[in-house]
């Protein structure tokens, strides 16, 4: 079998047709206009006002998105799995911080456990904490937590505020309810990383839930942001501690800009690392040291960079694995890095995609980071947009 390729664009993208990679290319040039940037989410919202939700949802919405329901990512779901690429149902809307919203994000990312279960073309579940629990209140559990050096969630309560022991209280149960779900489902889940502020609360419920029902195997996947400084220390002692079956999903983080300038604003030291190569080297460290310790971690390399994704394989091979172990995977973003994604799995790494979904109205807040990561703005002007027009150019002969 030929080597392992990201370059291989046929591979890439067989599940498109012409008249599809044609659509991507005009999307992706489209990115590189910054009026459409500035004022893309306005018009995004008023062409849905206006009844034109369809224009969106054929366009951008179509690229990124698997659909408004779940139901109507079947057809994302089943197109990923030709390819043997499984499906993340990603439930992004971003919406008010309410106890009845809580509830309601809870109740739905339930549906993804079950909709997950006994399905190998769904092979995890994810959610993020901050959709089903107050951010205020995991902002001042977080600074007890480092305050006074807590590891037991049991703890925090009696630390906390009056107001703030009921939210909690009700954050702790739909965490752990979705958590005990998927374990009981047999369905792993990712747990999302936030703002380092929120990090501490998420990683001692995340901890705690690894404790309680990783211990044959790990159902509950914590994830790691390599761009923070104290995270691959973080990783080494818990692994150390060997209390349960580890789930780590490593990324390298989302929000560097947002940390730097929080950090300079209240004067604390900035938690990100110095410069994109420390990020680049902890990630890899950190890839490697998962795998080093197959017999006690599982882990998902959650990146669109190709070197960590190599890196990745390499590792496999040397720790005398096979390409399809059922413990180390690899994930990129619907509509994004399908060079890595299909050539992974083409040559069978296990590899899913984050299929995000929701009314359109509620996932633009997603739709526009997307647009702005591809954008010249963004300084990473035009890889996908380069491996669609050597497709194209490719197919022409
Ligand atoms: C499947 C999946 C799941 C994800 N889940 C999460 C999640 O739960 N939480 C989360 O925060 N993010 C998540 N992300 C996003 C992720 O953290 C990255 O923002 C994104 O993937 C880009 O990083 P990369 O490894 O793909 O690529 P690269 O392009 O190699 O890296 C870009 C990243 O490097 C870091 N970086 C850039 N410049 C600097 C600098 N000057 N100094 C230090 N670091 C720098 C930043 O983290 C930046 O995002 C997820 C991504 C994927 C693909």
């Known amino acids: ?33 910054p009026i459409l940037l500035t004022y893309g989410p306005t018009m995004a919202k008023l062409a849905v006002a206006l009844g034109l939700k369809f224009t969106i949802k054929k366009t951008i919405f179509e690229q990124f998105c698997g659909g408004e329901t779940i ?63 107050s951010s205020d209140v995991l902002t001042a559990a977080s600074e007890i937590i480092e305050k006074n050096q807590i590891v037991d969630i049991e703890l925090i309560e009696n630390h906390l505020m009056e107001s703030h022991k009921q939210d909690w209280r009700n954050g702790c149960h739909r965490f752990n309810q ?59 002692n818990q692994v150390a501690e060997g209390r349960c079956q580890y789930g780590y999903k490593l990324v390298r983080g989302a929000y560097m800009e947002k ?3 929080r950090a300079s604003k209240m004067g604390y030291q900035d938690p990100i690392q110095p410069n994109k190569e420390a990020t680049d080297r902890d990630y890899n460290a950190a890839v490697t040291f998962c795998i080093e310790h197959h017999n006690q971690v599982a882990v998902c390399i959650a990146t669109h960079n190709e070197q960590s994704s190599l890196l990745g394989t390499q590792c496999l091979t040397a720790k005398g694995l096979t390409s399809n172990d059922q413990k180390v995977s690899f994930s990129q973003l619907l509509g994004m890095s399908d060079h890595i994604s299909f050539n992974l799995s083409h040559k069978g790494y296990k590899v899913s995609k984050y299929v995000p979904y929701g009314p359109v109205l509620s996932v633009i807040p997603y739709l526009t980071r997307r647009a702005q990561e591809n954008s010249g703005m963004a300084g990473q002007m035009g890889r996908e947009l380069a491996l669609i027009e050597a497709e194209i150019k490719r197919r022409k002969g």
């Open 1 to 33: 079998m030929s080597e392992l390729s990201f370059q291989n664009t046929s591979v890439a993208f067989a599940h498109k047709s012409n008249g599809e990679l044609s659509k991507a290319r005009m999307l992706f040039k489209s990115f590189n206009f």
């Open 178 to 236: 979705l958590c005990e779900n998927a374990a009981n489902s047999e369905v792993q889940i990712f747990v999302d990383a936030e703002e380092s502020w929120l990090q501490p609360a998420i990683d001692l419920l995340a901890t705690s839930a690894m404790h309680k029902y990783n211990q044959t195997r790990a159902w509950v996947f914590n994830t790691l942001q390599m761009y923070r400084h104290d995270r691959l220390s973080y990783l080494q």
């Open 259 to 261: 940390e730097r300038a």
């Open 71 to 133: 139901e109507e990512c079947d057809q994302a779901i089943a197109g990923l799995a030709k390819s043997g690429i499984g499906t993340i149902l990603d439930y992004s809307v971003e919406g008010e911080e309410s106890e009845a919203t809580f509830d309601q994000t809870c109740a739905e990312i339930l549906k993804t456990i079950q909709r997950a279960k006994g399905n190998s073309d769904i092979p995890f579940s994810v959610f993020k904490t901050t959709g089903v629990f």
